[in-house]
């Protein structure tokens, strides 16, 4: 970048200012530079800087209004994998998949994620989830965990024992990203609902480069578009295996980060170094078509429990239960379990009224140290 003076030299606010204005100018910024800029600004928000909102919603959200080009996306990628604390040491027999999303639904649906990973554990997938409390959400990954009883805040040995003992964890990503958990910060403000839609540049970044675990598989939604994209730079970064689904509904505008029951899903496929896109529909996979209002959240963290407790007991046998074995089955296919979706939803099933998929829960309270009185206790009002 241009420097305006001698001693502006080597400063990064300069820097990122003339950044914004080029993104302003619908000028694209080159990986590199993008990549100094996302440190920079995830460098502020870890160090707590009473700056750094403003600064990251002023680079994100020109980065949103242009439009993220590939090396603007790769740049963040690199960016975040750059400011990870930590390093995991996972060992594993079979294939791991990570599995998490953009969030920023335009219906507020349950948490299908967690659930969905503790199916796929059940019926033979080594699944691992990170999240965070809500942003856009209702109840986040972190959120229901904590109130099924799931420790989440671990150390790396932690992470690892539960990885070899239950082959699954959730984990939260701040112990990862230090940044994360001040970027939540957002959802305090009063202009919350202004803001979200300026940090699609960001929850496209997250969905494309969230990864703590370090692994090279994963189903990864995304509610903003850009499959492709995703699918794309995360060949880039390595991966051997990733879906990258977008789940729509009947009406206009409806949109969520995961597969879906209400209608199509747009997905790309990354097997073999090469990307497909294609669609997928509840009929062809073996599940009905629901409804919105059948798949919506409940109104507190404890609710939205419970609800997640029904499926993997086995009561809830309607759309919310077939919105969870879809994406389970995504797991257990990109973990080399099964051979398609309509496969790993069998399995799925199985799990689930067999017993597993309780069980799979109930142990990783456990191993994760966490508060089985608490599950237990859920339990008796499910």
């Known amino acids: 970048m ?44 870890s160090k707590g800087s009473p700056d750094a909102h403003l600064v990251s919603l002023a680079f994100f959200g020109a980065l949103s209004m242009k439009g993220l080009s590939e090396g603007e996306l790769m740049g963040i990628a690199l960016a975040m994998e750059e400011t990870k604390a930590v390093a995991l040491n ?25 659930p969905s990973v ?10 691992l989830k990170s999240g965070s409390r809500s942003f856009s959400s209702r109840t986040g990954a972190i959120d229901l965990s904590i109130e099924l009883g799931i420790n989440t805040d671990l150390s790396p040995a932690e992470v690892e024992r539960c990885v070899k003992e239950a082959g699954t964890v959730v984990w939260s990503s701040y112990r990862a990203y230090p940044w994360m958990s001040r970027l939540i910060g957002f959802k305090d403000r009063e202009a919350f609902p202004i803001i979200v839609p300026l940090m699609n540049s960001l929850r496209l970044a997250i969905a494309t480069a969230l990864n703590p675990f370090s692994l090279k598989r994963q189903v990864r939604g995304t509610a903003v578009g850009g ?16 879906l990258v689904p977008m789940g729509l509904g009947e009406g206009s505008g409806m949109v969520i980060d995961e597969f879906s029951n209400l209608g199509r899903t747009i997905v790309s496929e990354l097997r073999g170094g090469s990307i497909e896109t294609y669609e997928v529909t509840p009929e062809e996979v073996g599940i009905r078509r629901g409804r919105p209002i059948d798949i919506i959240a409940g109104g507190s963290h ?16 309607g ?20 051979d398609d979706l309509r ?12 017993g597993m998929a309780l069980e799979k829960l109930k142990e990783l309270v456990a191993v994760s140290g966490g508060d089985l009185s608490k599950l237990n206790a859920l339990l008796k009002e499910v």
């Open 2 to 45: 241009k420097r305006e003076t001698s001693e502006r030299a080597g400063s990064w606010i300069y820097e990122l200012r003339e950044a914004i204005e080029r993104l302003l100018r619908r000028e694209d910024l080159g990986l590199d530079e993008s990549r100094a800029c996302a440190r920079w600004v995830f460098e502020l928000l």
């Open 90 to 114: 996972l060992d594993a027999s079979k294939p791991m998949v990570t599995a998490g999303g953009t969030g920023g639904d335009t219906i507020p649906t349950i948490n299908v994620t967690t």
């Open 118 to 127: 503790l199916v796929a554990a059940s019926a033979g997938s080594m699944a």
């Open 227 to 242: 499959t492709g994209l995703i699918a794309k730079i995360l060949k880039g970064m390595g991966y051997e295996r990733a």
């Open 302 to 317: 404890k609710e939205n429990a419970l609800k997640a407790l029904a499926i993997l007991s086995g009561k809830d046998r």
């Open 319 to 338: 759309p919310r239960r077939d919105l969870i074995l879809i994406n389970s089955a995504a797991i257990l296919y990109v973990g080399d379990v099964c």
């Open 343 to 354: 496969d790993g939803i069998e399995l799925s099933e199985a799990a689930i009224d067999s």
